[in-house]
């Protein structure tokens, strides 16, 4: 990082909010030591940011994330690879079909791959991130596409025992309406697992009042049924994530 953006980033921090006039979200009580890695995750999820934005932000970004969202800076790949082990038991797990969704570099497939799941494919729009994923040579299908836009045809209704997704919720990253689709793609009695920092869901506009209502609606229309809704500390950035599992029930592609 150069010294400007060292120098924007510590202002950021020590102004509270400005970067360059323009508001960070989020960047309250940011260490200053994280405050460089913030900029960069700031950077694909901006206040008004674009999907096509977005998507290119992160391939930009890609051979640098790991770098930055390094683990204790970035906890929700152990915390996700926990969610599932928790609910598969161990002689299980090699046997269980999970789709990472906004896969990224693939360190949710390595927590996974580390608790004794062998079965795990890839959904992941950027295309520098999934050539960083393919290098750790734990992923089986992988497919370069979003989730929530249109249905991913490459894959067909009830593929998945789980579907787990870690980091990939954000400014102008997956909408609402994709929980529908990953509904779609999990058997019936299968789980959907969301880890996600905890204050998206008071800002994000896309999820203000409007994510968990949509989720509540579903369990309500017997779609799905939930199993746990928790707060994490520490997930990123020091801050609280969120953790929502739930349990498919009628897979609207069935």
Request: aromatic residues 8%.
């Given at each position: 990082?150069?010294?400007?953006?060292?120098?924007?980033?510590?202002?950021?921090?020590?102004?509270?909010?400005?970067?360059?006039?323009a508001?960070?979200?989020?960047?309250?009580?940011?260490?200053?030591?994280?405050?460089?890695?913030?900029?960069?995750?700031?950077?694909?999820?901006?206040?008004?940011?674009?999907?096509?934005?977005?998507?290119?932000?992160?391939?930009?970004?890609?051979?640098?994330?790991?770098?930055?969202?390094?683990?204790?800076?970035?906890?929700?790949?152990?915390?996700?690879?926990?969610?599932?082990?928790?609910?598969?038991?161990?002689?299980q797990?090699?046997?269980?079909?999970i789709?990472?969704?906004?896969?990224g570099?693939?360190?949710?497939?390595?927590?996974?791959?580390?608790?004794?799941?062998?079965?795990?494919?890839?959904?992941?729009?950027?295309?520098?991130?999934?050539?960083?994923?393919?290098?750790?040579?734990i992923?089986?299908?992988k497919?370069?596409?979003?989730?929530?836009?249109?249905?991913?045809?490459?894959?067909?209704?009830?593929?998945?025992?789980?579907?787990?997704?870690?980091?990939?919720?954000?400014?102008?990253?997956?909408?609402?309406?994709?929980?529908?689709?990953?509904?779609?793609v999990?058997?019936?009695?299968?789980?959907?697992v969301?880890?996600?920092?905890?204050?998206?869901?008071?800002?994000?506009?896309?999820?203000v009042?409007?994510?968990?209502?949509?989720?509540?609606?579903?369990?309500?229309?017997?779609?799905?049924?939930?199993?746990?809704?928790?707060?994490?500390?520490?997930?990123?950035?020091?801050?609280?994530?969120?953790?929502f599992?739930?349990?498919?029930?009628?897979?609207?592609?069935?």
């Amino acid at each position: 990082m150069t010294a400007k953006s060292e120098n924007m980033a510590t202002n950021g921090v020590s102004n509270g909010v400005k970067n360059g006039g323009a508001k960070i979200e989020g960047i309250e009580n940011v260490q200053e030591t994280d405050s460089g890695a913030y900029l960069a995750n700031y950077r694909a999820h901006k206040k008004g940011i674009s999907h096509e934005e977005m998507v290119k932000a992160y391939s930009d970004w890609a051979n640098n994330y790991d770098v930055d969202l390094c683990p204790g800076r970035y906890n929700g790949p152990e915390i996700a690879g926990d969610a599932l082990a928790d609910h598969f038991p161990a002689d299980q797990r090699s046997s269980v079909k999970i789709l990472d969704v906004a896969a990224g570099t693939g360190r949710v497939g390595h927590e996974l791959h580390k608790r004794g799941f062998k079965l795990i494919d890839a959904l992941e729009p950027s295309p520098g991130m999934l050539e960083v994923l393919s290098g750790r040579n734990i992923y089986q299908e992988k497919f370069e596409t979003p989730i929530g836009y249109d249905a991913v045809e490459a894959i067909p209704p009830n593929s998945y025992d789980a579907l787990v997704i870690a980091g990939g919720m954000g400014e102008g990253h997956i909408p609402v309406q994709a929980v529908d689709e990953m509904i779609r793609v999990v058997k019936p009695g299968g789980i959907v697992v969301i880890v996600m920092r905890e204050e998206y869901l008071s800002y994000v506009q896309e999820y203000v009042d409007k994510l968990e209502p949509y989720m509540d609606d579903l369990e309500a229309k017997s779609q799905w049924k939930r199993l746990s809704r928790y707060i994490v500390p520490e997930y990123s950035f020091n801050k609280n994530g969120v953790v929502f599992k739930y349990e498919v029930i009628n897979s609207n592609g069935a």
